[in-house]
C-alpha cells in the first residue's frame, strides 16, 4: 500500500513540475517598483476582507496586473469634514447613489456604528465580512445603511457598499451619539 501512495505521489509531483514550465508560467513583475506596488494592493485589499486576484492575462511588458475592480466615488460629510468614499460598482451602490443627496440622522449603535434605517430597501449580496474596518461603509439587511467608526470583528452578514478612504479622523468627528451624515454623488459618480 505505501509503494501505491509512494508512486502516485512521485507521479503526480513529475505531472505538476512538467506543468509548471513553459508558456503557462505566470510572469513575475520585473523590477522592485513592480513588486512593491503588487504588495501594497494585495495588503490594503485584505485589510478590507477582499481577494486581490492577479489576472490571467499578462500585459504587453510581461508584468502581472492586479484586476481593478471599478469603483464609484461619493463625499460623505460629517459635521464640518467631508470624505471621499469608493463604493463598489453594482446594483446596491447604483441605487443608493440615485437616492442621493441624502441627509441621514445617523444613530450610535455600540460605541463602533451609525445607522440610518432607509424608507425603502436596496438590493442585497450579503456575506459575513468577518472584520469590518473603520470606514466601512455597509448595509444590514436590505435598508439599514451603516458606516463603522471602529475596528472589530462580527459575526453578523451584510452587503459591502464601499469604504471611506483616509477615515482616521472619523471616530473623532462623528462622537459618541446620533449625528447628521450627508452623501452626495462625486462629480464623476453622477
Do not use: W
Amino acid at each position: 500500500m505505501n509503494n501505491i501512495l509512494a508512486g502516485a505521489c512521485l507521479a503526480a509531483s513529475l505531472i505538476l513540475t512538467a506543468c509548471g514550465t513553459g508558456k503557462g508560467t505566470v510572469i513575475q513583475p520585473e523590477t522592485a517598483a513592480d513588486r512593491e506596488v503588487t504588495v501594497i494592493a494585495t495588503a490594503e485589499a485584505e485589510s478590507r476582507g477582499e481577494t486581490a486576484d492577479v489576472i490571467p492575462d499578462i500585459q504587453e511588458n510581461g508584468v502581472a496586473i492586479k484586476e481593478e475592480e471599478t469603483m464609484l466615488k461619493v463625499n460623505v460629510s460629517v459635521r464640518d469634514r467631508t470624505f471621499t468614499a469608493k463604493l463598489y460598482d453594482n446594483a446596491t451602490t447604483r441605487e443608493l447613489i440615485g437616492r442621493m443627496p441624502m441627509e441621514l440622522d445617523m444613530s450610535e449603535l455600540h460605541g463602533n456604528e451609525k445607522y440610518f434605517y432607509l424608507p425603502e430597501g436596496l438590493p442585497t449580496d450579503s456575506e459575513n465580512p468577518g472584520s469590518i474596518h473603520t470606514g466601512d461603509l455597509m448595509l444590514y439587511g436590505s435598508d439599514c445603511l451603516v458606516l463603522f467608526y471602529e475596528d472589530f470583528q462580527s459575526s453578523f452578514s451584510y452587503t459591502r457598499l464601499g469604504y471611506l478612504e483616509n477615515p482616521e479622523e472619523l471616530p473623532e468627528i462623528v462622537g459618541s451619539g446620533n449625528v447628521t451624515v450627508t452623501f452626495e454623488p462625486a462629480d464623476e459618480a453622477r
